[in-house]
């Protein structure tokens, strides 16, 4: 049975519309999802969230520390939501979202180290004082 696509629960006539179109949306490709998201579907863009959150927060953890994930996190897909209808489909959906993710951490890090060299709490060891 290869090739063949397994349902997640069986249809009834009974069930609405809404579980049967988050089903088909499940189903559906990022490309396919993003391309309903540049038209405004929420839903899509919801699938999308839901099926990429945990991976990239986790990688953005890896890269700035777990205190700035989440909020770099949501930073990406919003990113992506304002963006969304100059998307092409001409390659992986993850590749976009991963370098989206990547250009924040980087920022992140660029900020924290330019904080760094102009913070006044702290005095560079290298800096003695000099006294008149």
């Known amino acids: ?9 069986p249809a009834s006539a009974s069930s609405s519309s809404s579980s049967s179109s988050s089903l088909s949306l499940i189903e559906l490709s990022d490309d396919e999802l ?4 540049a038209g405004g579907d929420t839903r899509a863009f919801a699938a999308l969230v839901r099926r990429h959150e945990q991976n990239v927060r986790r990688f953005l953890s890896r890269v700035v ?25 001409d390659g992986r959906f993850t590749v976009l979202l991963y ?10 890090l660029r900020f924290r180290r330019v904080r760094a060299a102009f913070s006044f709490s702290r005095r560079p060891s290298s800096i003695k004082p000099t006294r008149p």
């Open 34 to 37: 993003m391309g309903l998201s």
């Open 99 to 108: 370098r989206v993710a990547k250009n924040l951490a980087f920022s992140k």
């Open 65 to 89: 520390g777990g205190a700035d994930a989440p909020d770099l996190c949501q930073e990406c897909f919003v990113r992506l939501w304002s963006h969304r209808e100059r998307y092409r489909a």
């Open 1 to 9: 049975m290869t090739g063949a696509v397994v349902p997640l629960r």
